[in-house]
Every structure is written in structure tokens, then in C-alpha cells.
């Protein structure tokens, strides 16, 4: 089952619904401007466990919402 995200403004919507961006930060260790920019672009940090995180609602109410979501089991959590 895909991944579904309760929006305040418009009830229970598929995750295809919504924009999810991390802003990467590139380590010290990686040289070079292309480098850098392959890195930066690609290689997210993809945390395990219960995180905080900013979803955009863009084929809907076109709102941000903050969400706590265990991305192990993707279940999104209250409180």
C-alpha cells in the first residue's frame, strides 16, 4: 500500500499528492565542484526511524504541513 498523508485541509490524500524535499548538507570529504553538486543532488541522508519532516500539498490545498512519520514503517504519527 502507498504511503498515505492526512492534510488538515483536504483529509486522507496518496503521497503522490505531495512535494518532499531535504535539503542535503555535502560532507568536507567530498572535493570538487561536480562532485559537490552529484552529492549534493543525489546522495540523501534517508534517516531511519521517527523523523520531523515538511511535506508541500501540491495537487491539492497547496499548503505546507509538518509531519512525524517513521520511515521504516512509513506510518505517520499523531502528537
Same mark, same amino acid.
Given at each position: 500500500m502507498s504511503l498515505v498523508i492526512p492534510c488538515p485541509h483536504c483529509g %486522507?490524500?496518496?503521497v503522490e %499528492?505531495?512535494?518532499y524535499? %531535504?535539503?542535503p548538507t555535502v560532507p568536507d570529504t567530498v572535493v570538487g565542484a561536480e562532485a559537490r553538486d552529484i552529492d549534493r543532488g543525489f546522495m540523501l541522508t534517508n534517516p531511519e526511524g521517527v523523523q520531523l519532516e515538511r511535506w508541500f500539498h501540491v495537487y491539492g490545498c497547496r499548503r505546507w504541513l509538518t509531519l512525524r512519520r517513521d520511515t521504516r514503517? !512509513? !506510518?505517520v504519527l499523531t502528537g
Open positions: %486522507e490524500r496518496p %499528492e505531495f512535494l524535499g %531535504e535539503i514503517t !512509513d !506510518d
